[in-house]
């Protein structure tokens, strides 16, 4: 099929023109060997249909970062397995059509045919310019320039039109070979003569043309500007709006995870009523079902967290976020680019670690991965709820404030405290070197597309059912088999709860349990502890169900099956004597051991899938539980020392 | 070397009357007179920071750094040290 490449710089509205061209006919896809990804969709003519790939947008042809590097290297036709495109659809934003034609002029000397997209006239319009299409198409020696506007969809046909017009030229095929010539030539982005001719070359087509380009519509957004950036005020109000993303995300995802939980548990009993008994039920109800729910019950709060951080960057706040804590960050050996992934990793580290892409430093990207586990995720929640409930009552105060709260909040503390530290030893030791960072684009501000945000926020939780979904689910199906054999002997009369804590302690899964239990025992871990330690490899969150069929009162989340958990694990008392279990020691041990331990293999897999390589899979492994060992350790020992015992 | 030389050796590198742009007081346009060599100088070249053009130092984050800077009627955001390598002329032409 005839391929069209969308070339332009960032910002530029590309994806929102993308988004028209194609409409829902997308798919996202990595070429072998890079972790950049690239959308590509159908555009439907008459003639017949194109593929238009949607390359990550650039200021030149150089190739100074992965991202550009990609464009470039795809334009050329030198990704390995992917033909070069047969024209390019160069997206300018009609505000700076100079940085756009800069572009423009290295994909002329390159040989391709291309199609001016003149986006966002609109707003160049409201600047009180009137950029004249034709003319600026004459002065380029007849390339088609057509005026767009992406967000309501203006210009589009005739875009279309002219796409399909420009893709029956024939490509030179000398493209490659013009490239390489070009390319290992000295002056090509290493010379500021060669540069100024190209700006020479720009300033005379858009005289040419009589084009005064006067810059954007940058009235409004300095006022917005004057507040948002705010030497003082603006750090201020960054913690606010960060904080309502939170806010939003946690209140408004609770009610949805809830439904979401009854919905998958509700259809799953009503597989087993069909079912007869056996295995295969057991199958359906213990392992299809909850290793589905244990999937889908992320997604209500994943896909808030999108679409909030999609708005935000949309209208060019995440930017000025960038910008504000840049400083901040730079102490632990980061930079403003590390924030976003960071911030997503307390929802989930999965989505967090992808996010990384858009560092362009390899260093601080490793970094940034290597501690976006140690944000506290929203699995270890259910975990840090029932142990807290077991370690104080309700009531419990400090000061003003309830002590729960206090310690939930510690926790998060302590997992971005722990994650810095860890950050500015890696930077000072392993990953150490010079960092680079890099210029950054301030666009104004802009009302966003919803069509755009909307179709971002379903790749992404597209691409999180992908990589964290299938990893939760297998594993939660291998945990239920290792649980599950080999079957137990019961009494056929005895009651369900007591049959499945029969089950599990009999079982592999229960035999390895008791296997660590050496090693988790200066923990105060008893053998039950080490199950769910390692069952909650699926998700951390699994440990809470874990312990509920551990002390045999069931699954489930209701507010009494949590009571009964709580009850029971006060109860507890350790194998052939009086000792309880879960004593306040344990407590805090079990607590900053979540707070630290990389419990969670879909986080593992996803760090060898970005990293390229097992190695800083295993090196997180390792690092995050022998950390995670040692602190519960000393938090151990800290709180014998407080309460006296042993 | 005596301060003749000493000053004579200063200006081939800095060339008369340039001063990096962080060091230039804000609040007005400059002539951009040399990018000095460093990691990004090809991006500041592609962006439009060449001999001649005017630059802008908008605002500066808190804690001094990044900077917020203005070319051609766009804004980027760099760090200190990537604005040093900027030469911006102070008085006069050149």
């Known amino acids: ?35 950049v990804e690239h959308h590509s969709g159908r555009l ?89 299409a034709s003319a600026l198409s004459l002065a380029l020696g007849g390339i088609p320039v057509i005026p ?23 490509v030179s095929s000398s493209v490659a070979s013009l490239w390489r010539t070009l390319r290992v030539a000295d002056a090509f982005g290493n010379d500021p003569a060669e540069t100024a001719r190209r700006h020479a070359w720009v300033r005379s087509k858009l005289g040419q043309a009589k084009w005064r380009p006067t810059g954007g519509h940058r009235a409004s957004s300095d006022r917005i500007d004057k507040w948002l950036l705010h030497p003082a005020l603006g750090f201020v109000l960054f913690l606010i709006i960060m904080g309502g993303i939170f806010q939003a995300v946690f209140s408004l995802a609770a009610p949805l995870q809830d439904g979401v939980e009854m919905a998958i548990s509700a259809l799953g009993s009503a597989c087993g009523t069909w079912l007869s008994p056996g295995l295969a039920r057991d199958i359906v109800t213990q392992a299809v079902f909850p290793g589905v729910g244990a999937v889908v019950v992320f997604l209500p709060q994943i896909v808030i967290l999108f679409l909030l951080l999609g708005i935000l ?41 992808m996010a990384t892409r858009v560092i362009e430093d390899r260093r601080e990207r490793l970094i940034t991965i ?30 003003p404030f309830g002590a729960r709260g206090l310690v939930l909040l510690a926790l998060y503390v302590g997992g971005a405290l722990t994650g810095s530290l860890v950050a500015f030893v890696l930077g000072k030791t392993l990953l150490k070197g010079d960092r680079h960072a890099p210029i950054i684009e301030m666009p104004t501000y802009r009302w966003p597309d919803p069509k755009a945000v909307l179709t971002r926020m379903a790749h992404r939780a597209a691409s999180f059912l992908r990589r964290a979904g299938t990893v939760i689910f297998g594993v939660s199906l291998l945990l239920w088999a290792l649980s599950a054999f080999p079957r137990a002997d019961v009494a056929p009369d005895a009651p369900a709860s007591v049959t499945a804590a029969a089950q599990l302690h009999g079982s592999i899964a229960g035999r390895a349990g ?133 | 070397m005596d301060a003749t030389d000493e000053i004579q050796s200063h200006r081939d590198v800095m060339k008369p009357n340039s001063i990096p742009l962080p060091d230039a007081p804000s609040g007005r346009s400059w002539g951009v007179v040399s990018v000095l060599d460093g990691p990004d100088r090809g991006r500041l070249w592609e962006l439009g920071v060449l001999p ?15 900077m917020e800077i203005e070319i051609d009627g766009s804004r980027f955001a760099l760090r200190r040290e990537t604005a040093r390598t900027i030469l911006v002329a102070t008085a006069g032409p050149l």
């Open chain 1, 1 to 35: 099929m005839t391929s069209i490449a969308l070339v332009g710089n960032p910002n530029s509205g590309k994806s929102s023109l993308f988004n028209r061209l194609t409409g829902l006919s997308q798919k996202i896809a990595n070429y072998p060997g890079v972790t």
């Open chain 1, 44 to 132: 439907r003519l008459s003639s017949g249909d194109l593929e238009v790939v949607d390359l990550p947008g650039t200021y030149s042809l150089v190739g100074r970062s992965p991202d550009e590097r990609v464009t470039s290297d795809f334009l050329a036709g030198e990704l390995k397995g992917v033909n070069a495109p047969d024209a390019v659809c160069a997206v300018i934003d009609a505000c700076q059509p100079g940085r756009g034609l800069f572009l423009v002029s290295q994909i002329i000397d390159m040989g391709i045919p291309v199609v001016v997209a003149l986006n966002m006239v609109d707003e160049a319009r409201e600047a009180g310019q009137l950029p004249d």
């Open chain 1, 148 to 170: 767009t506007v992406a967000v309501n969809g203006e210009g589009i046909p005739a875009l279309s039109s002219a796409i399909a017009e420009v893709a029956k030229t024939k």
């Open chain 1, 313 to 353: 960057e949309d209208t060019g706040y995440m930017t000025r976020a960038a910008f504000i804590v840049d400083r901040p960050l730079r102490m632990i050996g980061l930079s403003g680019r590390a924030f976003i992934p960071l911030m997503s990793s307390f929802a989930c580290a999965v989505p967090g670690i």
């Open chain 1, 370 to 399: 290597l501690i976006a586990p140690l944000m506290t995720c929203s699995a270890r929640l259910p975990v840090y709820t029932v142990a807290i409930g077991a370690l104080m009552p309700e009531s419990a105060q400090f000061g």
């Open chain 1, 514 to 646: 008791r296997l660590i239990e050496p090693i988790v025992a200066p923990l105060g871990f008893d053998w039950r502890i080490g199950i769910g330690v390692l069952a909650s490899f699926a998700a951390r969150e699994v440990f809470v169900s874990t312990m509920g069929v551990v002390y045999a009162i069931g699954e489930g989340e209701t507010e009494v099956a949590e009571a009964q958990l709580q009850a029971a694990m006060q109860a507890a008392v350790h194998d052939g004597t009086t000792r309880p279990v879960f004593d306040i020691a344990t407590l805090v041990a079990l607590l900053l051991f979540y707070m630290i331990a990389p419990q969670c293999a879909s986080t593992l897999a996803v760090i060898r899938r970005e990293s390229g390589s097992w190695g800083w899979a295993a090196l997180a492994f390792g690092y995050l539980t022998v950390l995670a060992f040692a602190v519960a350790w000393a938090g151990r020992h800290v709180a014998l020392w407080f309460v006296g015992g042993n």
């Open chain 2, 52 to 66: 001649g053009i005017e630059i802008r130092v908008v605002r500066v984050a808190p804690m001094g750094c990044p």
